[in-house]
Each structure stands twice: as structure tokens, then as C-alpha cells.
């Protein structure tokens, strides 16, 4: 079965300094990657994507991932953090067939202090 | 900029009772998903939903709870008999047959006394 793990649950950061928010996976094969934000009493918004083909990925606000199929990850970062920038952090996991299902890992808290 | 729908965005019922959660997903959509996030912990996935059916559930998904696609446009999630435990965010979302990526709705927050 597939699995997400976030390992940190908060993390705090200044404003305008840099952020990488770590994502592992385990599947037997490679997968379908996303990273989602969720503000808060707010829906899920995508924020990028991996499918297949180029590993660095760029999504919405600025953020980038890079899935590296060696190390099992797909890491979120962003240059330079703003303050609007504060929400909780999904990283997902789909089959590549089937119903294409997400699994979530317990997700990051980002705290941006000004 | 299309978007999936849900209704209500809050719910407040008393245990036992039924409720029915209402979506409107992407118009040209054919997948559809219901998941649930309990107050503090991580999206989880319930059922899956295609072609007029099931298409896969979780252990989550029990007798209790039930799909439906009455119309060519609404999906619904119906819970029989709500429990305390039932209390949670849940997000319909749909994706279409040619893209992987799921669109979420704002979620409707169901809140059981």
C-alpha cells in the first residue's frame, strides 16, 4: 500500500527567507505526486504536480518540487517565504492506474514570523 | 476558473440522524471523490466514484455511509445514522479522464452532537 510521511509537523520561518518542506513516499513503483495548501477553514488548492518526465517541478505562489526517485522524495521549496504563505502543507500520493486515489501525509504546519 | 462545489459548509446534526452532503463537481469531470479530515489529522480517503459506481472504498466507508449521482450534476455523500465520530471536514473533489489531478471543493465541516 502506498504511504506519505511528513516528517515535520511545524515549522517556523521568517519572512523572505527560504523553505523546504520534506515529503517521502513509499510505492512500488513511481507515482503520481502532488503537494496541496490548505488555509485556514479553507478547501485543498493544489499547488504543483509531478506526473512524469522533467523532476523539478513548478507550481503556483511561487513554490518548486523535485522528486528524486533515488531518495523516495519530493520535497516543497520556495526562494523566499511570505507571509501569506502560512497554512498547512499536504503532500499526496496516486496510483498511476486504477481510480488514481489520493493518500495524504499528515500534512506541515508553516508559521511565518514578520 | 470551474470549481467543485459543496453545500452546505456546515452541518450541525444530532447523533443518529441522516444527513446528506451535496457536491456540484467540474461539469466535464467523470471521477469523483469524497475524503474526510477529523480536526487535527490528515486527509483521508473514502470512496471513489465512476461510471455509476463505486469504483473503489475504504475500510472507513461502511454500511453506513452511501453515493449517489442523482442528476448529471450533483454527487452526494449520505451518512444513515451519524455517530460522534462522524464529526470532520469532508472534501468532494473530481478529476477528468485525460488529467490525474483531483479538484477539491471548500469542504462542508459536519459537526455531530
Known amino acids: 500500500a502506498q504511504s506519505v510521511t511528513q516528517p515535520d509537523i511545524h515549522i517556523t520561518v521568517s519572512e523572505g527567507a527560504s523553505l523546504e518542506l520534506r515529503c517521502n513516499y513509499s510505492?512500488?513503483?513511481?507515482?503520481?505526486l502532488f503537494w496541496y495548501v490548505q488555509s485556514p477553514g479553507q478547501g485543498l488548492q493544489l499547488l504543483l504536480k509531478?506526473?512524469?518526465?522533467?523532476?523539478l517541478v513548478q507550481g503556483i505562489k511561487g513554490f518548486e518540487a523535485e522528486f528524486k526517485r533515488s531518495q523516495s522524495s519530493f520535497n516543497l521549496r520556495k526562494p523566499s517565504v511570505h507571509w501569506s504563505d502560512a497554512a498547512e502543507y499536504f503532500c499526496?500520493?496516486?496510483?498511476?492506474?486504477?481510480?488514481?486515489?489520493?493518500?495524504f501525509g499528515t500534512g506541515t504546519q508553516l508559521k511565518v514570523e514578520l | 476558473e470551474p470549481e467543485v462545489t459543496q453545500t452546505p459548509s456546515h452541518q450541525v446534526t444530532q447523533m443518529g440522524q441522516e444527513v446528506i452532503l451535496r457536491c456540484v463537481p467540474i461539469?466535464?469531470?467523470?471521477?469523483f471523490y469524497w475524503y474526510r479530515q477529523i480536526l487535527g489529522q490528515k486527509v483521508e480517503f473514502l470512496v471513489s466514484?465512476?461510471?455509476?459506481?463505486?469504483?473503489?472504498k475504504s475500510e472507513i466507508f461502511d454500511d453506513q455511509f452511501s453515493v449517489e449521482r442523482p442528476d448529471g450534476s450533483n454527487f452526494t455523500l449520505k451518512i444513515r445514522s451519524t455517530k460522534l465520530e462522524d464529526s470532520a471536514m469532508y472534501f468532494c473533489?473530481?478529476?477528468?479522464?485525460?488529467?490525474?489531478?483531483?479538484?477539491f471543493g471548500q469542504g462542508t465541516r459536519l459537526t455531530v452532537v
Open positions: 473533489a473530481s478529476r477528468d479522464r485525460l488529467n490525474t489531478e483531483a479538484f
Open positions: 510505492y512500488g513503483a513511481t507515482p503520481y
Open positions: 509531478y506526473f512524469s518526465g522533467d523532476t
Open positions: 499526496a500520493v496516486a496510483r498511476t492506474g486504477g481510480g488514481n486515489k489520493l493518500t
Open positions: 461539469s466535464n469531470h467523470l471521477y
Open positions: 466514484f465512476y461510471n455509476n459506481e463505486i469504483s473503489e
